[in-house]
């Protein structure tokens, strides 16, 4: 290896690493509250080491977002590939990647609950995060428009379906977070009953 090469990596190492540390500190502390300084003590780092790669904090919680939603977006791609036999089967399995996603990486749904700003326009729902926005339910959107035209759900309103989905989902994912002695069954099986259950409530006929 040249020692460009490694000079490359040792660059790509520490910047992940400064992105990490962010990441738990905006979760900790708040985002409003941290300063480059507190983020570099996390670290063992000065603040112009932190500042040879990142203009600001902003910069910073953009590269974050901007990581996670490349990473929850291939989940979805590896999801759909999967694919099941129907539409509302088929989101069933995305927001199940949904779920174990968040719940894996609780300081990154803590710093989105915290921070993301939600809205819709022209019937599409965008999380805004600082001066970005994403759109991260989108496939949620077409398979819940798919299942309504297949006739697997009674409700016909595609927004109220979603905000009760995302409602509820997002509400079970902060409660495994936050109360992890409350007995439960292993996050797959138990998202899975959870999930049937939510579906079934609004569906024509049981989806098994």
């Known amino acids: 290896m040249s020692i460009n090469d ?19 500190v905006f979760a900790k502390d708040g985002y409003a509250r941290v300063s480059m300084r507190r983020i570099a003590a996390q670290i063992d780092y000065s603040a112009t080491t932190i500042y040879r790669f990142f203009r600001n904090k902003e910069e910073l919680l953009q590269n974050i977002a901007a990581d996670t939603y490349v990473a929850l977006s291939a989940r979805f791609e590896k999801a759909k590939e999967r694919n099941g036999d129907s539409p509302i089967k088929t989101l069933k399995i995305l927001i199940l990647e ?5 719940v894996e990486q609780p300081e990154m ?24 926005r994403y759109m991260v339910y989108q496939s949620w959107f077409d398979y819940i428009g798919q299942s309504i035209a297949s006739g697997s759900l009674a409700m016909r309103d595609e927004v109220r379906i979603f905000l009760y ?9 902060d409660h495994r977070i936050k109360h992890p002695r409350i007995p439960r069954e292993p996050l797959a099986e138990d998202s899975l009953a959870f999930l049937d259950l939510l579906l079934n409530g609004i569906a024509i006929k049981n989806i098994g």
């Open 98 to 102: 949904y779920i174990a996603f968040c």
């Open 109 to 132: 749904f803590k710093l989105y609950s915290d921070l993301g700003a939600f809205e819709m326009e022209d019937g599409i729902m965008y999380e805004r995060l600082g001066g970005n």
């Open 6 to 24: 490694r000079k490359k990596r040792e660059n790509a190492r520490l910047k992940q690493e400064i992105l990490n540390a962010a990441l738990q």
């Open 165 to 173: 989905l995302w409602d509820a989902v997002n509400g079970y994912i």
